[in-house]
């Protein structure tokens, strides 16, 4: 089990296996790359894992839970620490009692059956860091929310009251508990904000009911450095409100929102619709919440975006990814109408980079959930000529892509083409070169859309934005990975250093 340590003090070199409930969800996939960029060895417990590892890559052992309790128990006594990420959302419908019950047994009995693994278990982990909300607080006007303010009556109040009590009893068994109370958690790909964008980058979106309510908010790549933080840090223990400390109203977060889309943000939601549409579930929007992160302060966290600008620009604008029309063409892709180029650099080794990104089976945990991304078949061995096949959504349509390889040098450069799928052409370079003990990645696609105009008009208002968002958010994973050190450069600093030649990370349908 996890190494000896004094009481008190951080564990920040230990390296850990950690049991992770809800991996395949917003927060779980953005966890598991920074646990195995930190050296954790990560166990997921799944419902289908072939599901699971389509999310998740090649590098996450799984146990399924129809294996049982005893395979439960088995799992934890080999873990040094348990994160409880599981849950349905609080916004999948009115909450009938049925949907209650759901909500209910999602969050409060499945971290009850955790623990009762835990007790049965022989060794025990160390750490239990337990999901929860700041909907805990319930509608508090601008009174300002600590980890000592009293819970609310109302019905989410008393399930994260009972969600928090079936975590703690972790703590007679000589556990570690952390109990998260998280605010809208903003991120590329998922969650709050990927609800919200649509309207918004239309023109149409606006606060919610009067948008005087206060509305607490951790941006995605800060709430996985807490939980990774709270696994090997021993001064995190009890409550602690995981959200930013830049307090701002639903008014607020909406035109800072449209000032980082360049779009108005005026029209409201009356909340009149949100309960015509939500019923008594629409207090999780409309509820002010003025939540304090001060035990995050008390720590002195270090948060990577302590701002709602600073967040929403990094998750709106990302990456830096330029699509244009193509120019000067390789051979094999002569007929590309479009480009696509994008660099990242990373603070780790090149041998360290190529062994985490150069295995196919990573490809999921790369793309965006909503593709839905599946390898069909075996995979064969990387060479030229290889053939792997694939499955992918794009937008609401099932795609089957076919991919060959048409180069490969390994540990610097290989080119994939697509054999059968949606476009025209598609021809898709990846290199890099070791810097130092840092390593430079870069991307170049060439394609041509279908359906002639129609699908030049397709490019402009669709493909090309999807294009991007999907390398995007691979750069948000390789944040992840690799540490807060990777960055990205423009499109003038990379055809400055185009002349760089090694491998990137893994074939690349999309």
């Avoid at 934890?76 to 019950?101: C, F, H, K, N, Y």
């Avoid at 309510?213 to 990774?228: E, F, N, S």
């Avoid at 196919?360 to 075996?378: E, H, K, W």
Wanted: glycine letters at 10%.
């Amino acid at each position: 089990m996890g190494a000896s340590r004094i009481a008190g003090t951080p564990r920040l070199s230990a390296k850990l296996r950690v049991l992770v409930t809800g991996a395949t969800g917003f927060v779980g996939r953005a966890l598991v790359p920074l646990l195995h960029g930190e050296g954790h060895s990560v166990v997921a417990w799944v419902r289908s894992e072939v599901t699971a590892r389509g999310l998740l890559g090649a590098d996450v052992e799984m146990v399924s839970i129809s294996a049982g309790f005893d395979a439960l128990a088995t799992e934890i006594e080999r873990s040094d620490a348990v994160v409880d990420l599981a849950g349905a959302p609080i916004l999948g419908g009115r909450w009938t009692a049925a949907r209650r019950a759901v909500l209910e047994d999602s969050r409060v009995g499945l971290t009850s059956d955790l623990v009762r693994a835990m007790a049965a278990a022989k060794t025990r982990p160390a750490t239990l860091v337990s999901a929860g909300a700041v909907g805990y607080y319930g509608d508090r006007a601008d009174e300002p929310l600590t980890e000592t303010s009293r819970a609310a009556a109302d019905f989410l109040g008393r399930l994260s009251q009972r969600w928090e009590q079936a975590a703690q009893q972790a703590e007679a068994l000589g556990v570690r508990v952390v109990c998260l109370r998280t605010g809208v958690v903003l991120g590329r790909a998922g969650g709050a904000l990927a609800q919200m964008l649509p309207a918004f980058q239309f023109g149409v979106g606006g606060p919610i009911g009067s948008g005087k309510q206060y509305c607490p908010w951790i941006h995605l790549h800060d709430l996985v450095r807490v939980i990774a933080t709270a696994l090997v840090d021993d001064r995190y223990r009890g409550p602690v409100n995981a959200v930013a400390p830049a307090q701002t109203t639903n008014r607020a977060f909406a035109s800072t929102l449209g000032l980082a889309l360049h779009r108005r943000a005026v029209l409201p939601l009356p909340a009149l619709a949100l309960k015509a549409i939500f019923g008594e579930a629409a207090v999780a929007l409309l509820a002010s919440q003025r939540v304090v992160p001060r035990a995050l302060e008390t720590w002195r966290f270090p948060f990577g975006f302590p701002t709602l600008a600073a967040a929403l620009d990094d998750i709106v604008g990302g990456a830096p990814v330029t699509v244009a029309s193509a120019t000067s063409k390789p051979l094999g892709a002569e007929a590309a109408r479009y480009e696509l180029r994008t660099r990242t650099v990373v603070d780790a080794p090149l041998d360290e980079t190529f062994a985490s990104f150069s295995k196919a089976a990573n490809l999921g945990l790369i793309t965006p959930a909503d593709m839905r991304f599946t390898i069909d078949g075996p995979m064969p061995p990387m060479a030229p000529g290889a053939i792997i096949n694939y499955r992918v959504r794009i937008g609401p349509v099932p795609v089957k892509w076919r991919t060959r390889i048409a180069e490969w040098e390994p540990e610097r450069r290989f080119v994939d083409t697509q054999e059968a799928g949606p476009y025209r052409l598609w021809w898709h370079e990846h290199t890099c070169r070791a810097d130092g003990r840092r390593t430079i990645m870069d991307d170049r696609v060439f394609y041509t859309p279908p359906f002639g105009l129609l699908g030049r008009l397709t490019n402009r208002f669709f493909i090309a934005p999807t294009i991007k968002k999907i390398f995007q958010y691979r750069g948000d994973v390789i944040r992840l990975r690799f540490g807060a050190g990777a960055k990205f450069s423009s499109r003038e600093q990379w055809v400055r250093l185009l002349s760089c030649r090694a491998h990137d990370f893994a074939v690349s349908p999309v």
